[in-house]
């Protein structure tokens, strides 16, 4: 990590789809963003302004057509896709909009599957740890339920021990509590925010919700791919 | 380590149970097929041979035969004929010296003299022609295993005895200790009187029809070679280098050589026709199981083409997913060929002991063999893998963050 101790750096992201067709379309004109240690910031703007795009993007997952991505210090322009993926493993937690936990395997067993992907024996302490977090999301003694068994707060929450369990520089939210009633999606903002204080984490959180987004220390509004404000209420 | 990629393949089997059994009954019934198509070959081959090679010599020395004589007729110019000289039994020259050469030959086990040829079998108002076989026991029997084909009676050839084909017995109605009569067929011939002491039944109802063994000197008098032999039989080690044994026999001494091989041509090729079709069962089995595992796994890798980009995004890189399909492709080769190899156990077992023939013996014994097992195990899982490389690899190449929103 370097002395800037910036989780996140993007300068001059651009996203185009179908290049060198009759519909190229460009969705990000041209992003600049930094995302320093412990921040916890809200992705916000309407549909289709790009924000999925610029997530995917962050998280390694898509590759943008120019400008530079700086992950914990790591300039990942030009790196083939096995680097990517172990970056991604190593420093990036996700939590999606619906969950995405696998459905064959238990609570317990979907948030150690980070560790298990890479390679690592499940001890009694990854087990132990595993446990602490899905006590700490409140699913004690849920472990061994499939996903099929949890409501979609219970769903979510596993998928946020998940994104956890690796002690991620960044978490990236897409739309956490997009299908979750007002009191539970609440109560997740309450758990991340409980994670960002505790641990330093950083959060960056794509939200539809008004309220919710009042809640984070910094908003980024973006629309039709590029941002318009960004301004922070609490201070750093 | 490939614990990840176990775990996931074995878990991913299981949550597509009623596609993973139908694909894993697919697999164990071309396993049990195949196994028990090659096993049943095997066991007819080898039963085959056995009988083939049981009454006659691996390989047979004779004299050569005088070369055929043109004649023009210079009546009708332009017209030849061409005729063979009369048959008539030859002796081979110096035939102890050749005999003690040949089993000097590397691949020969066993050598023995033989005074052959042909003859009228009479009893009351049965007549036969018949072939003598004039042989030395103690010698012939290292050829021929006599002993394991004699029906009835004793075996022994003194001078007045006889053994003869069990089914030429029927015919002249003779029985063991009877008497028959022997005559070279010629118009002035009284011919000799010999006793059965026993019966063979060679394996072949021809030759049983038509088989008279005596003493090597009785049959060379009765035939008129005396002290000379017809052929000399050799046995070789391993009966599928008769041949190669049979070019060395040649050139020690100038005889026509032949081989089992040569003079069962048709059995062999038929034999090979035999193996050739089992290769073929083999290969098209094999061929279909693959398909059948191939589009299993791409519509396996369709359906879980969500998980894939979760594990993707998780950190699963393209090479994890990649054999995360090539061993579900495996697990299903290798789990399907062991119950196929069971069920062919099966079936092996109710054709030996369900299955008879007229006799109402089994057919033939057929064996299940370790090797043919492993073979088809080892081959199973192999064809489950190479049939899952078109899948894994589209599974490798999802793009994780489209394969989410699928």
Known sequence: MNASADVLRLSGIRKSYNVGTPVEAEILHGIDLRITRGEFTALIGPSGSGKSTLLNIIGLLEAPTSGEVDIAGHRVSHHDDDTLTRLRSQTLGFVFQFHHLLPAF???????????????????????????????????????????????????????ARALSIRPALVLADEPTGNLDTKTAADIFTLLRAFNRDFGTSFLIVTHDPRLAATCDRRVTLADGQIVSDERTAPM | ??????????????????????????????????????????????????????????????????????????????????????????????????????????????????????????????????????????????????????????LRLEPGDVLVGAELARDLGADVGERITLTDGTANSTGERFQIVGMIDPGNRDLSRRSVYLPLHVAQNFLGVPGGVTSI?????????????????????????????????????????????????????????????????VV???????????????????????????????????????????????????????????????????????????????????????????????????????????
């Open chain 2, 1 to 154: 380590m490939m614990r990840f990629e176990l775990q996931i393949a074995l878990r991913f089997l299981r949550e597509g149970r009623a596609q993973s059994a139908l694909i894993v009954g697919g697999v164990m019934v071309g396993v049990a097929v195949v196994v028990f198509i090659s096993a049943l070959v095997a066991g007819l081959q080898s039963n085959t041979i056995r009988r083939t090679l049981g009454a006659q010599a691996h390989i047979v020395a004779k004299p050569i035969e005088p070369m055929a004589r043109v004649q023009i007729d210079a009546g009708d110019a332009g017209i030849a004929r061409v005729q063979t000289a009369p048959r008539k039994v030859r002796s081979i020259d110096n035939w102890q010296q050749v005999m003690a050469a040949f089993e000097a030959v590397p691949g020969v086990v066993a050598a023995s003299p033989m005074a052959s040829g042909p003859a009228i079998a009479l009893r009351g108002e049965g007549r036969n022609a018949v072939t003598l076989f004039g042989v030395d026991l103690a010698r012939y029997d290292r050829i021929v295993d006599l002993r394991d084909k004699l029906t009835s009676g004793t």
């Open chain 2, 300 to 406: 396996a890798v369709v359906q879980k083409t969500r998980e894939i980009g979760i594990l993707r995004a998780m950190g699963a890189s393209r090479g994890q997913m990649l054999r995360v399909f090539l061993l579900q492709g495996g697990l299903v080769g290798l789990l399907g060929s062991v119950l196929g190899a069971l069920l062919s156990a099966v079936l092996i077992f109710g054709f030996s002991h369900f299955v008879h023939g007229a006799d109402g013996n089994p057919l033939f014994p057929i064996t299940l063999t370790l090797p043919l097992l492993g073979y088809a195990c080892i081959t199973a899982t192999l064809c489950g893998m190479l049939a899952a490389i078109a899948p894994a690899r589209r599974a490798a190449r999802l793009d994780p963050a489209r394969a989410m929103r699928a």
């Open chain 1, 106 to 160: 238990s609570a317990l067993e979907n948030v150690l599957m980070p560790q298990i992907i890479a390679g690592h024996r499940v001890t009694a302490a990854l087990q132990r740890e595993a446990l602490a977090l899905l006590d700490a999301v409140g699913l004690g003694g849920a472990e061994h339920k499939k996903p099929a068994e949890l409501s979609g707060g219970m769903q979510q929450r596993v998928a946020i």
């Open chain 2, 233 to 297: 039989d050799l046995r070789v080690r391993d009966v599928f280098a008769a041949d190669a044994v049979a070019a060395r026999v040649a050139r020690v001494a100038p005889l026509t050589v032949e081989s089992w091989m040569l003079t069962n041509n048709q059995l062999l090729s038929a034999l090979n026709a035999q193996s050739m079709a089992t290769g073929m069962i083999r290969v098209f089995v094999s061929i279909v199981v693959m398909l059948g595992i191939a589009s299993v796994l």
